[in-house]
Structure formats: C-alpha cells, structure tokens
C-alpha cells in the first residue's frame, strides 16, 4: 500500500529550468513532510523539510509548497543545475506513533541537461 | 565524524544461505534504522531500534532479524536468505525520534545484495 505518491518517475529539465516534482499523501496524521536527496551510490540525504502548519518554505533555490486541504505538498528547483541531477524522494512522517517512521515515495530522477 | 557506516558494500548470496549486514554509527544516536530499497518502491522501512537492546518491527520485518547489541551498533540478519531479498539495504540513525521531534536521519552508503 503506497501512503505516499510521488510523480512523475523521471524528469529532464534544461540547466536553468525549474524542476518540479509532485506527492500526495493519504494519512491525515502525517505532520512532517521531508525531501531527501540521493547520488548515485550514496545514501539519502535531507534536502528540505515542512511541517503542515506553514503552506512554504524555501531554502536557497529549493522550496517545498505544501496543500493541507489537497493533501499534496511538492518540490521546486529553481535555477536547475547540472549538480542536481540526483533521485529524489518525498516522504512523510506521524507523531502518532513511538517513533518517526518515515514513509517514502517511489522516488523521481532528475536529469539536468547542460 | 565517519557518520553512518556499512558492512559489507556488496554482497552475492545463494538461496538459503545467512548473512549479516552491520551498521555503525559514530554520533551517539539514539535511534536506528534498517531500510531496503527497491526500484520503483523508494525506501521501506525493516526494522528499527529506539535505544540499545531494543528493537522493533517497520513495514517489511519478514525474514530479517536485527540486534542492537551496543547504541552504535545495529545489525540486519537474512537466516535463509531468497531471491525477492536481493535489494540494496541502507540504515540511518537519528538523534531522537519521538512524538515532538522531527530529527534528521542520517543514511549509510548501502549495501547491495544479490540472491542467486
């Protein structure tokens, strides 16, 4: 059971494009909402992350909106870069539990094209 | 800091063979985590450990074992490994994880397994 749908599976976007990539959620209890970023043969790393009680936040050229009402938050990369290129993944997380299990996307490769 | 780190990087197993994957991190951590990853399904968590000498069951715990045997230690165990195991595992750690907190987790490099 995919909680957590991420599109679309890849994007090419040109250097200096703006990257966009989607996710819904189902879980109303989810209250945190992390991107990670993943290089080829590295682990995840956290890019970006929001809690629901803002509808933005931005960081440098990325920034996480986030729709309550529509249950879909995304990532914008402005000024897309080459060294961007890297698997993507939202992912989102509930307090409700003992622990922050965070529940992952299927991921998005960006390719940025020089 | 070497921060999260992994053992083995790869790994090629026959079915029904057992093995154990290591994770060590060096940041005084209090939680653990065991994730595999498959294409087209992101991660998905195994197991976890909210402190030493506990663990408990993610979303994908059948047929792994894990210990937690020392805080900077957490290991994934395959008894009698099959071919729908063969993924690339990573664990992370963080600082805390509780209801109130939204710590950051740190990932491993990953190891790769095949089961032939």
């Known amino acids: 059971q995919q909680q957590v749908k991420q599109s679309p599976q890849s994007l090419i976007v040109q250097k200096g494009g703006i990257s966009i990539i989607n996710c819904a959620y189902e879980?109303?209890?989810?209250?945190?909402f992390p991107w990670y970023q993943q290089f080829p043969g590295k682990g995840p790393a956290l890019l970006i992350a929001?809690?629901?009680?803002?509808s933005e936040k931005k960081e440098g050229r990325f920034t996480i909106s986030f729709n309550k009402s529509a249950k879909q938050f995304s990532l914008h990369i402005m000024d897309s870069q080459p060294g961007d290129s890297a698997t993507y993944f939202c992912?989102?997380?509930?307090?409700?539990?003992?622990?922050?299990?965070?529940?992952f996307g299927s991921g998005t490769q960006l390719t940025v094209l020089p | 800091n070497a921060g999260v780190t992994q053992t083995p990087k790869f790994r090629v197993l026959k079915t029904g063979q057992s093995m154990t994957l290591l994770c060590a991190q060096d940041?005084?951590?209090?939680?653990m985590y065991w994730y595999r990853q498959d294409p087209g399904m992101g991660l998905r968590l195994i197991h976890y450990?909210?402190?030493?000498?506990?663990?408990a069951k993610g979303e994908v715990p059948d047929g792994y074992n894990v210990s937690r045997l020392k805080k900077q230690n957490f290991l994934l165990g395959l008894e009698s490994a099959a071919p729908s195991q063969t993924s690339v595992y990573f664990c992370?750690?963080?600082?805390?994880?509780?209801?109130?907190?939204?710590?950051?987790?740190?990932f491993g490099p990953g190891t790769r397994l095949t089961v032939l």
């Open positions: 992370a750690s963080s600082k805390t994880s509780g209801r109130l907190s939204t710590d950051t987790q740190y």
């Open positions: 929001i809690r629901p009680d803002v």
């Open positions: 940041m005084n951590h209090e939680y």
């Open positions: 879980n109303t209890a989810f209250d945190y």
């Open positions: 992912a989102a997380s509930t307090s409700t539990r003992s622990a922050r299990q965070l529940t």
């Open positions: 450990s909210v402190g030493e000498g506990t663990t």
